[in-house]
């Protein structure tokens, strides 16, 4: 297991193997054409007769009551055809989420929370009416802003991803006392927003008592529950299409308020309604990465060998839903020493609910620890790569053994493609021409979660085979590596599968989130695809009766019997940057990532996820950043011009390789999740290489150029 495959060489491995498997191969996205020509629809892209379009009004303060609404002017709009409020809208049924509870009530938890929702014959006719909408409100001082010693912070039992606020073994304090290197930092990471291409937008209808919804969702089965409690229908009579997401990461992981919206106003003004939102209203509509606060302390022997390691982490939630994200996760996975303490407090602000976004927990935290660890090595005089494998580990903080990992492997083969060996520890040291150049190394991790799902198979006459997942394909190739599990666990070639995903009418299936998309449906998928050629070998002698043979598999039961394991992908990365120190201008010059992650189904779109990923990590590193106004609670930062993501001239070139990993303790394809696992310690490894070009070390992201001045 020490040698590493190039990517390239992956596919030619993997193209001799197509003959026999479609499992491993490397193929483009079945949908790809679809998408270039513009034939593949999108939530708001269903044209249906006699439709309406819906624009919210949102609070323009982030605290206190409304008092009086007047709907008049707006009413008085040619093709205006309602105007809902907490006034006149239809009762919901109070469930999970307050967020989801719209125009229920005149109080605003948040700026930007909507207040009243216009609906007319056409969008310029609905956005002139909610122009005209007359609110009076009673506003009241608001707390917006987080800090370290904030006196209404509290730590909960339970983290997001339903893991413990808190993990401590041995005893830090006496740890970091006898400890021969200690580093004391404290990190910070501003509030980040997702920014998928496609904004949250729902197209929804009535039709019979019954409810169909097309809406940009990562999870159309949670989005169909959630909206059959709020409007106390049996599940059965709603139905949600995502045939076609134009990405997500996190922000639609859950129902959000456009798709009851579209729903309401589909409901009130008795036809089909489009709610599309406009970018800036993702900014508060859309969730968005809580900032961080995160205190490190490390203590290591004379040998580098970590001895105590102390993670408390700060981040704030709103007043009208808890979230709390797990920053300390990779603390507890990377390298936990006998003495640990890892801890969580948060704090309810006036803010819009964060939520969810690319590797929630594991990513910022993975910036503090991972620089950290960098910060130590400096301290120490070690190497970082080293530093890394001397602290290697095989059980986590919670004792469990890892199913499989190969972090240590991953750092070797990065260290040696990326060209480490020789490499000047001296911040400072490499110059060409005005440039200061460095390096810099982090460790990545990502839980291999899967989750239960269920999926049909049928066989048909003419000797073909329709298989039906609810996933979601959030540009990720879902459909596609679904379609070579299946056609692999049938036993057939690909053409002779149709895949179909994207509707909650296939059955209920787990989100395209948490990097668990391809493990939990896949399961599914090779479960049903077994059982229905079992019982074409047993009861029909192989041959498919005229009628067709289905089958449904459930993998409740399967999951439930695994074994207790740490289940993780690991991977190392390595990056080059050069700095301008008249300018402070940071470029990236290259990344590589080696990753571990279990059996990789397609190298085409694991290579592209991964990319994507590091690509996400060093827009976070250098760039992504969310300005609240402390006084109103409004991020004003809510455009591409004033959000900045990375675009192709700041990224060069990204190399990703994967190690081959079996494991037989995953699931049947032996995957892992790798959705997120490229933004975890990407922006650490950036960060590292800025230091090491010009010993400044910045613990608060983004680096920008006023940080190295
Ligand atoms: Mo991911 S942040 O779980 O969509």
């Known amino acids: ?99 989801l509870l719209v125009l229920q009530s005149p109080e605003v938890w948040y700026y930007g929370q909507v207040i009243a929702l216009v609906v007319a014959t056409t969008l310029e006719r609905a956005q002139e009416g909610a122009d005209l909408v007359t609110v009076r409100t009673d506003a009241m001082a608001a707390d917006t802003v987080l800090r370290a010693d904030h006196p209404g912070l509290h730590e909960p039992e339970i983290v997001n991803a339903g893991l413990p606020g808190r993990v401590d073994t041995g005893d830090f304090d006496a740890g970091f006392a006898a400890a021969e290197v200690r580093v004391d930092a404290t990190y910070r990471t501003p509030a980040e927003h997702h920014n998928p291409m496609e904004p949250h937008a729902t197209t929804a209808f009535w039709e019979r008592g019954q409810l169909t919804v097309f809406d940009a969702t990562q999870a159309s089965s949670s989005v169909r529950d959630t909206l059959a409690a709020l409007f106390e229908l049996p599940p059965q009579l709603v139905r949600v299409h995502n045939e076609h997401v134009g990405g997500g990461f996190g922000s639609k992981g859950a129902p959000r308020p456009n798709v009851v919206l579209a729903a309401m106003a589909a409901r009130c003004a008795g036809r089909p309604v489009h709610l599309a939102l406009g970018r800036s209203m993702l900014f508060t509509m859309g969730g ?37 994200e797990q920053c300390t996760a990779v603390s507890r996975v990377h390298y936990p020493p006998a003495n640990l303490t890892t801890s969580h407090r948060v704090v309810a602000l006036d803010v819009p609910p964060p939520t969810w976004m690319r590797a929630p927990g594991e990513c910022p935290g993975s910036f503090a620890l991972e620089s950290a660890i960098d910060e130590l090595a400096v301290a120490g005089s070690w190497d970082p790569v080293q530093l890394r494998i001397d602290n290697d580990t095989a059980r986590d903080a919670e004792g469990r053994p890892f199913s499989s990992r190969h972090l240590v492997e991953c750092l070797r083969a990065g260290a040696d493609r990326f060209g480490w060996a020789g490499r000047d520890p001296h911040p400072g040291s490499r110059r060409e021409g005005r440039w200061l150049l460095g390096t810099g190394v982090a460790a990545s991790s ?264």
């Open 288 to 324: 968005y990465r809580t900032p961080t606060i995160q205190r490190i302390r490390l203590g290591a022997d004379a040998d580098g060998r970590l001895v105590a390691l102390a993670h408390e982490s700060v981040t704030q939630t709103s007043r009208l839903t808890e979230y709390t």
């Open 1 to 99: 297991m020490t040698a590493f495959v190039h990517r390239d060489q992956a596919r030619d491995q993997a193209r001799d193997q197509a003959a026999e498997q479609a499992v491993g191969r490397a193929e483009p996205r079945l949908e790809a054409r679809a998408k270039v020509t513009g034939q593949a629809r999108y939530a708001d892209d269903h044209p249906l007769p006699g439709s309406a379009y819906a624009w919210p009004v949102r609070a323009a303060f982030a605290r206190g009551r409304i008092s009086t609404v007047d709907t008049t002017d707006a009413l008085a709009v040619d093709g205006v055809v309602c105007v809902i409020w907490h006034g006149n809208a239809p009762r919901l049924e109070p469930g999970d989420d307050p967020d």
């Open 446 to 709: 990502f839980p291999a979660i899967t989750w239960p799902s269920t999926a049909t198979a049928r066989a048909t006459a003419d000797g073909h085979f329709e298989v039906a997942v609810n996933a979601a394909d959030i540009g990720t190739g879902a459909r596609t590596v679904m379609r070579q599990i299946a056609a692999d666990a049938l036993g057939v070639d690909e053409p002779s599968v149709q895949i179909r995903v994207g509707d909650s009418d296939i059955g209920f299936a787990t989100i395209a989130g948490g990097s668990m998309g391809t493990s939990s449906w896949g399961w599914a998928v090779t479960k049903a695809c077994r059982l229905l050629r079992e019982r074409l070998g047993r009861e029909h002698h192989g041959q498919c009766p005229p009628e067709g043979v289905a089958v449904v598999a459930d993998t409740t039961a399967d999951l439930a019997a695994r074994g207790e394991y740490a289940r993780h992908a690991f991977g190392a990365q390595f990056c080059a940057v050069r700095v301008d120190p008249a300018t402070g201008e940071v470029r990236l010059d290259r990344m590589l990532g080696v990753f571990a992650a279990g059996r990789i189904i397609n190298p085409t779109t694991a290579e592209s996820q991964l990319a994507g990923a590091m690509t996400m990590g060093v827009s976070m590193a250098l760039l992504e950043q969310s300005v609240l106004d402390a006084r109103t609670g409004d991020f004003v930062t809510d455009d591409l011009a004033s959000y900045h993501v990375a675009v192709n001239a700041d990224i060069p070139r990204i190399d990703v390789t994967f190690l081959p990993e079996a494991d037989p303790h995953l699931n049947p394809m032996g995957s892992k999740g790798i959705g997120e696992l490229g933004i975890v310690g990407a922006a650490a490894a950036v960060a590292n290489a800025v230091h090491h070009a010009t010993g400044v070390r910045v613990r608060s992201l983004p680096i920008t150029p006023a940080a190295l001045l």
